[in-house]
């Protein structure tokens, strides 16, 4: 089985440019989450969605921060503009239910670097 | 804050020891308990969780919940160099959030 799929792997940019990355999650995960990950710190959630739906929006900066999950599979996330302090991993993961609780698994990530 | 805590370390053990990773929660209505590894450069890998008080076993590693304390480990038998990465504990609540701590980062001495 495939795993969730995320591209760019890394992406340099200067401040200000925009910039979006991809996630393809695990083939009938309905539940889809963008975290970022800032150096020594855990995973922070940005947004997940159910299916189509974003249903926690609530830590996602939406005066620079987008995302969608058109059609319920895959998923971009852009940010415009970015600014130096976005530098983190951006991590995508899915879920689902197996036996009696969601598990969740996550892609590879997109470090993105903003000079 | 619903929180999650862990001790960051670096906790080092010898190789062919028991390393034991410790996690605390502070929201009550947790279900699940999540362990991913995390080697340096790369993303969470799924190594386990447990929802029920008591212990897990999967190979060389071991979860334990106990829900009194708020109190999550995770023991690793045997500890070989390659365990050598940060593990993050991971609380689900139950309506798909996820809240994780910063991590421990465990090195195995050959």
């Known amino acids: 089985e495939a795993g969730v799929v995320q591209s760019p792997r890394y992406k340099i940019i200067e401040k200000k440019q925009p910039v979006a990355f991809w996630c393809n999650p695990i083939?009938?995960?309905?539940?889809l989450y963008w975290y970022l990950q800032n150096l020594g710190q855990g995973p922070e959630l940005l947004i997940r969605?159910?299916?189509?739906?974003?249903?926690?929006d609530s830590q996602l900066p939406k005066d620079r921060f987008s995302a969608e999950r058109l059609k319920g599979v895959d998923s971009t996330l852009k940010i415009q503009p970015a600014e130096l302090g976005d530098s983190a991993v951006y991590l995508c993961?899915?879920?689902?239910?197996?036996?009696?609780?969601?598990?969740?698994?996550f892609g590879p990530g997109t470090r993105l670097t903003v000079l | 804050q619903k929180e999650v805590e862990q001790n960051s370390g670096p906790l080092s053990v010898p190789e062919g020891a028991i390393a034991s990773l410790n996690c605390t929660y502070s929201?009550?209505?947790?279900?699940?308990f999540f362990w991913y590894r995390q080697y340096s450069g790369k993303s969470p890998e799924l190594i386990m969780f447990?929802?029920?008080?008591g212990d897990k076993e999967d190979g060389r590693f071991t979860a334990q919940l106990n829900k009194a304390s708020q109190y999550v480990s995770l023991l690793i038998r045997d500890s070989q160099p390659s365990d050598s990465a940060t593990y993050l504990c991971?609380?689900?609540?139950?309506?798909?959030?996820?809240?994780f701590g910063t991590g421990t980062r465990l090195k195995v001495l050959a």
């Open positions: 993961a899915s879920s689902a239910i197996f036996g009696s609780t969601d598990t969740q698994y």
């Open positions: 083939s009938g995960h309905n539940t």
């Open positions: 969605y159910e299916n189509e739906e974003a249903v926690d």
């Open positions: 929201d009550r209505g947790s279900q699940s």
């Open positions: 447990i929802y029920s008080n």
């Open positions: 991971a609380s689900y609540s139950g309506t798909y959030k996820y809240i």
